[in-house]
């Protein structure tokens, strides 16, 4: 499929799910701007398409961001704005497992900051760029571990803290927060959508429990099949999708009973706002409307 002006950001594009997705959109025809926190890993990106994509229709750049700063993910997005005034697609992929409680740059738990505050902060700053397209979508890596509620006494595991909690807290998370977006922005140019790319064998267990690194080295599949549905929700016909909707295998998918609890989305971004009000611009736009 030729794919032609359709420019894409693309989270955590230098392993696993995220580079195979930049490689098949860019092959396609995108221009992709694959972020990368290691700029080394950012030119293997490219050495690697350019060898494993000959025939490709498109390109991919590479882009400075850290998402465990909230500075780099601003700094990011107005290096991307002096190059760029146009953005389609918005893959918020970039994501982390820890096996222990690290901070953040800055100084919050880092899986909750990495794999949720920041992709939140990344789609606030980006929204009027992607407003302006005519079939702009925002895309959320999520995962089949959301069960459970999010404990607001204790978001970032300070008191207690257990990996996979913080982990499937920031799923949960993620598709509370693409349900919200969509319900505030009927009728608007802009879907927005999550999926679990199912059990993946990437470098996501490297820094987890043995028991989930195990796991995901035994049983997963490989990225280019993990990337699938991604893929899928970038390219079909967008009268084919559902904005607000969680998609398995190329198909809505019914996600756990606490996922559509939209009091919870409520609170979640009420506690988002509060961790990013230094770095929220004005308008505050759809995500903290409710
Ligand atoms: N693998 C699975 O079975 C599975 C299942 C469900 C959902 N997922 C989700 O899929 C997404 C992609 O994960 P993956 O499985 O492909 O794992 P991966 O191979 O570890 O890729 C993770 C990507 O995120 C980037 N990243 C991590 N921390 C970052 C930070 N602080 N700033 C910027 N980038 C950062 C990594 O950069 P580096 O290359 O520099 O490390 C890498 O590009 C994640 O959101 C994950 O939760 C995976």
Redesign the pocket.
């Known amino acids: 499929m030729a794919i032609t002006n359709r420019t894409a950001l693309i ?8 580079k195979t997705l930049a490689c098949s959109l860019g092959n396609m025809g995108f221009t992709v701007i694959a ?4 700029m080394e ?1 950012g030119e293997g990106l490219i050495k690697f398409f350019e060898e494993n994509y000959p025939q490709h229709l498109g390109k991919i750049e590479i882009l400075y ?4 700063s909230f500075e780099s993910v601003q700094n990011a997005v107005k290096v991307f704005g002096e190059k760029h005034t146009h953005l389609d697609l918005l893959i918020n ?5 820890n096996r222990r409680l690290n901070l953040s740059k800055n100084n919050i738990e880092e899986t909750l900051q ?2 949720l505050l920041s992709p939140l902060l990344l789609t606030h700053l980006l929204l009027d760029t992607i407003g302006s397209s005519p079939d702009g979508r925002v895309i959320f ?4 571990l959301h069960f459970g509620r999010i404990n607001f006494n204790d978001i970032e595991g300070r008191k207690r803290y257990f990996s996979f909690n913080a982990y499937r807290q920031t ?1 949960l998370g993620l598709i509370l927060a693409t349900r919200h977006l969509a319900c505030l922005s009927k009728g608007s140019s802009t879907g927005y959508y999550s999926y ?5 064998s ?3 267990g490297s820094k987890s429990m043995k028991v989930f690194k195990f796991g ?1 080295s035994l049983l ?1 599949m490989s ?1 280019q099949k ?1 990337a699938e549905t991604a893929v899928f929700l970038a390219t079909a016909q967008r009268e084919t999708l559902k904005s607000g909707e969680y998609y398995f295998r190329n198909k809505i998918k019914r996600s756990m009973p606490h996922s559509t609890n939209m009091k919870m989305a409520n609170k979640l971004m009420e506690v988002s706002h509060q961790y990013l009000k230094d770095y929220i611009r004005e308008p505050e736009g759809i995500l903290w409307e409710s």
């Open positions: 989270t955590g594009a230098t392993s696993g799910i995220g972020t990368a926190r290691n890993k961001c850290d998402m465990s992929n970039a994501g982390t497992f990495v794999n890596t999520t995962s089949l799923k679990h790319p199912g059990i993946v990437t470098n996501l995901l997963g990225p993990g």
